[in-house]
């Protein structure tokens, strides 16, 4: 009864909405047959095992389809820039002339510009010029706008005080150009000057007509810099915040660490005493040099004492004539993971003995040689990897594999200390480290056995000398390069007032 008063429209809805169901019902039950997407893990090679692959891959070219591009998005149109628009930018940029700014020569051009015939020109032009590096004294000034012949008398005056090739480059030099005698002639040199050597400056000056130049020396003191202070936790950051350069801490800790381990042989108690070479001028420069002294103090008494002798850069152990009983050098700051012996190979799986000892080290770390020799070779050395052979004294060899990089080729000599290659995991490894072998007359042998005792070769007059100087340099007080240079009797007196009045002291309040 209900149905029959329900309108015809709800009825006939009704009716769709129950015949949609059935469809839906019926169109379940048929893909449920079907099953589409069966596992492809069982059933393999059968029809089954088919129809699902090629939904498997029917969905994954449906997905590829509508993968994201990556070309860029332009979010805007680029600005039109024509001459003009460009004129305008250049003429309003703050940046150096050198570089292409326009500022403060012209604006950019506009309908209302009018071009003068002639322009006022400067009377004379000051600047500075810089020589750079790979560059020539005459190239510079005739860049700088000084004309060819002005710049080779130049050359000439600089040439009979200071080599040309002697001035170091990023000199600065000033520049006074004068008025142009002709409009398309170049400016002549009026003036010039610049700093030669740390203890002299040339100054050039156009006098009579012609270019002459004035010697200008600079008073320079040499006394070495002198620096002292408690070890403390770290010897490296106590150093530095004594006022030590960096150059000489790591000079320091590069030699001091081939005497004793700088981990456990320095006690926070312990004094450091460095001296490096130090020039100071007249006109407030300074100059840091090398280091002279590296030193170790404990209980007021030295412990450890190596001083530069000689040429090159060879310190001496001032005790027991100039000996050397640190031994070998560790080649590279890790510890032992592998020694020398029968152990099982981590790649090939059987047992054999390891000829050699595996440092564990990050990659890239440098590898040093342990004591002085000459390369026998360097390249390719099968499972080795990258290697690198030293031949030393006394029928001794080295060998450091697996290196990332090789720093030294067959036949340079190296010394004590040198780098001659990185870390790497070239070859049989597992991963970063160094394999070190020892050879003695071509037997392989364990490195951790042998020692070395490396004797300085001072004796009789030249050991003499080299206490004596040791002694001299020992007695330079701590910081006094630090002081102001104080003026010469010949600046003092030049210095003084030429009036009598002027030499009277003022009044003393009372």
Same mark, same amino acid.
């Given at each position: 009864?209900?149905? @029959? ?47 699902? /692959? ?23 149109? $680029? ?7 460009? #004129? ?11 570089? %292409? ?48 012949? #002005? ?22 030099? &000033?520049?006074?150009?004068?008025? *142009? ?18 203890? /002299? ?13 004035? *010697?200008?020396?600079?008073?320079? #003191? ?14 490296? *950051?106590?150093?530095?915040? $004594? ?26 108690? #312990? ?22 002294? $590296?030193?170790? &103090? ?11 002798? %000689? ?11 100039? @000996? ?16 020398? %012996?029968?152990?099982? +190979? ?21 590898? +040093? ?10 390249? *390719? ?28 080729? !067959? ?15 070239? %070859? ?5 480290? /160094?394999?070190? @072998? ?17 004797? !300085?070769? /001072? ?34 007196? $030049? ?9 009277? @002291? ?5």
């Amino acid at each position: 009864m209900v149905r @029959e008063s329900e309108p015809a429209w709800r009825r006939q809805t009704r009716s769709l909405a129950e015949r949609v169901e059935a469809w839906r019902e019926r169109a379940e039950r048929r893909l449920d047959r079907a099953d589409l997407a069966p596992d492809l893990a069982e059933a393999i090679g059968s029809r089954r095992w088919f129809r699902g /692959l090629g939904t498997f891959v029917g969905l994954s070219a449906f997905s590829l389809a509508f993968w994201p591009g990556f070309a860029p998005l332009e979010a805007a149109p $680029a600005t039109r820039v024509d001459n003009e628009v460009r #004129d305008e930018f250049r003429s309003q940029m703050i940046m150096p002339l050198a570089l %292409g700014a326009d500022s403060g020569r012209h604006m950019g051009a506009t309908p209302s510009v009018v071009p003068l015939r002639a322009a006022p020109e400067r009377p004379t032009i000051q600047f500075v010029a810089t020589l750079v590096q790979g560059d020539s004294f005459g190239r510079m000034l005739q860049r700088a706008g000084i004309g060819a012949g #002005d710049a080779a008398r130049v050359e000439s005056l600089i040439a009979q005080n200071v080599s040309l090739g002697d001035i170091a480059p990023g000199t600065q030099i &000033d520049v006074t150009l004068g008025r *142009r005698p002709g409009a398309d002639q170049p400016r002549p040199l009026d003036a010039l000057a610049f700093r030669a050597r740390f203890d /002299l400056a040339l100054k050039i000056e156009r006098s009579g007509g012609g270019l002459a130049v004035e *010697r200008q020396p600079i008073r320079v #003191d040499s006394t070495p810099l002198r620096i002292r202070g408690l070890a403390g936790n770290s010897l490296y *950051r106590s150093m530095r915040a $004594a006022g030590a350069p960096a150059s000489a801490v790591q000079q320091y800790l590069q030699q001091l660490g081939q005497q004793v381990d700088l981990d456990s042989g320095v006690r926070p108690t #312990d004094t450091f005493d460095l001296i490096v070479s130090y020039r100071r001028a007249a006109t407030g420069e300074r100059k840091v040099g090398d280091l002279l002294y $590296a030193g170790i &103090d404990r209980d007021g008494k030295p412990k450890t004492q190596l001083m530069r002798w %000689g040429t090159g850069d060879v310190f001496y152990e001032a005790s027991g004539v100039g @000996e050397q009983t640190s031994g070998l050098l560790a080649p590279v700051p890790g510890r032992v993971t592998s020694n020398f %012996g029968m152990r099982r +190979h981590p790649i090939l799986g059987y047992v054999r003995r390891h000829a050699g000892m595996d440092f564990h080290a990050a990659y890239g770390t440098p590898i +040093h040689a342990v004591t002085d020799g000459y390369v026998l070779s360097a390249g *390719r050395a099968g499972g080795c990897g990258n290697a690198v052979k030293l031949q030393h004294a006394a029928g001794l060899a080295t060998r450091y594999c697996h290196m990332s990089q090789m720093a030294v080729s !067959a036949g340079q000599q190296v010394r004590r200390g040198q780098v001659i290659g990185y870390v790497g995991t070239t %070859g049989l490894s597992t991963g970063a480290h /160094l394999h070190y @072998e020892m050879y003695r007359n071509g037997q392989a042998i364990n490195p951790a056995s042998v020692a070395y005792v490396t004797r !300085a070769l /001072l004796s009789g007059a030249s050991l003499q000398r080299f206490r004596s100087v040791l002694a001299q340099l020992k007695t330079v007080p701590v910081g006094a390069a630090l002081n102001p240079l104080g003026a010469s009797a010949a600046e003092s007196k $030049a210095l003084e007032p030429s009036r009598e009045i002027d030499r009277l @002291e003022p009044a003393r309040p009372h």
